[in-house]
Nanobody, 126 residues
Framework: QVQLVESGGGLVQAGGSLRLSCAAS????????MGWFRQAPGKEREFVAA????????YYIDSVKGRFTISRDNAKNTVYLQMNSLKPEDTDVYYC???????????????????WGQGTQVTVSS
């Protein structure tokens, strides 16, 4: 069992930056593949980025490539999402998610994740 707590959301102007953090409880954080998702009201939750257990592999949706960077610090039990050049269409609630994996792989599908945080609001003004 792992508990996830996101932080770092807020209001930023278009072109600005935010860094989201997701702190995980427990001593086996390095066993989890991690992901970031986002969701707007009335819409389905959307995959944004994923990182493997060691951090060696990452994956992004096309709309954030070159602007967002996912990383992790296993010593601090934390995964990050650095978001640069933010656009109004990035406005959403952002969630982190975790799944135990036997191999050093990224997990891309919402249904495969076992644990979720409560979300943090990101609002980008134009």
């Amino acid at each position: 069992q792992v508990q996830l707590v996101e932080s770092g959301g807020g209001l930023v102007q278009a072109g600005g930056s935010l860094r989201l953090s997701c702190a995980a409880s427990g001593r086996t954080f390095s066993s989890y593949a991690m992901g970031w998702f986002r969701q707007a009201p009335g819409k389905e939750r959307e995959f944004v980025a994923a990182i493997s257990r060691s951090g060696i592999s990452t994956y992004y949706i096309d709309s954030v490539k070159g602007r967002f960077t996912i990383s992790r610090d296993n010593a601090k039990n934390t995964v990050y999402l650095q978001m640069n050049s933010l656009k109004p269409e990035d406005t959403d609630v952002y969630y982190c998610a975790a799944r135990v994996t036997a191999f050093n792989i990224v997990v891309l599908t919402l249904s495969e994740y076992e644990y979720w945080g409560q979300g943090t609001q990101v609002t980008v003004s134009s």
